[in-house]
T-cell receptor
């Protein structure tokens, strides 16, 4: 079975500042990793994913995450945040023949002007 | 729009009522899920269906009764709920097991905000 730990429950950040959300996973098999974003009163939307290949993956709105197998991490970064990035972010993992996603507890990002 | 539609978006019900939540997807997925999201708590996986068969029930109370008549539709029947059942209920779908994890990203609906009074 896989599990995910998101190390920060709340991350306040000023507009145009960089942000990093930390995610560590545990698994005994090869993993597939995801970041989801949830805006207020919405469902979860896929932000980016790592399935194979390049360890650095990017989203269309400027986020990127790097899969680090040796550190079992999949941290999410954005070099310059906007007010509209205020949301809750979830890291998730699946692997092997297990198709269910295991989610972290979530990180609330609040961007202030 | 993710391709997963949940109705209703909001529901207020009394503890003696019976109601149903509906989820519909036309993404060609065969795995469907119900999650519960309560304030200040992690996402809780409630039920999993794979090819219309229930494959997981995470110790969910019997006042929640899922139904999956076909691969595109998933229901959650509710009866005699408690105030602590108030939460956002999320439906999701994905490709089924067997693909070595490929394409296992889940697509979520907008959720039903349930309030039990």
């Amino acid at each position: 079975a896989q599990s995910v730990t998101q190390l920060d429950s709340q991350v306040p950040v000023f507009e145009e500042a960089p942000v990093e959300l930390r995610c560590n996973y545990s698994s005994s098999v090869s993993v597939y990793l995801f970041w989801y974003v949830q805006y207020p009163n919405q469902g979860l939307q896929l932000l980016l994913k790592y399935l194979s290949g390049s360890t650095l993956v990017e989203s269309i709105n400027g986020f990127e995450a790097e899969f680090n197998k040796s550190q079992t991490s999949f941290h999410l970064r954005k070099p310059s945040v906007h007010i509209s990035d205020t949301a809750e972010y979830f890291c998730a993992v699946t692997g092997g023949n297990d198709y269910k996603l295991s989610f972290g507890a979530g990180t609330t990002v609040t961007v202030r002007a | 729009e993710t391709g997963v539609t949940q109705t209703p978006r909001h529901l207020v019900m009394g503890m003696t009522n019976k109601k149903s939540l509906k989820c519909e997807q036309h993404l060609g997925h065969n795995a469907m899920y119900w999650y519960k999201q309560s304030a200040k708590k992690p996402l809780e996986l409630m039920f999993v269906y794979n090819f219309k068969e229930q494959t997981e029930n995470n110790s969910v109370p019997s006042r929640f009764s899922p139904e999956c008549p076909n691969s595109s539709h998933l229901f959650l029947h509710l009866h005699t709920l408690q105030p602590e059942d108030s939460a956002l209920y999320l439906c999701a779908s994905s490709h089924p097991v067997g693909g070595y994890g490929r394409n296992t990203e889940a697509f979520f609906g907008q959720g039903t905000r349930l309030t039990v009074v």
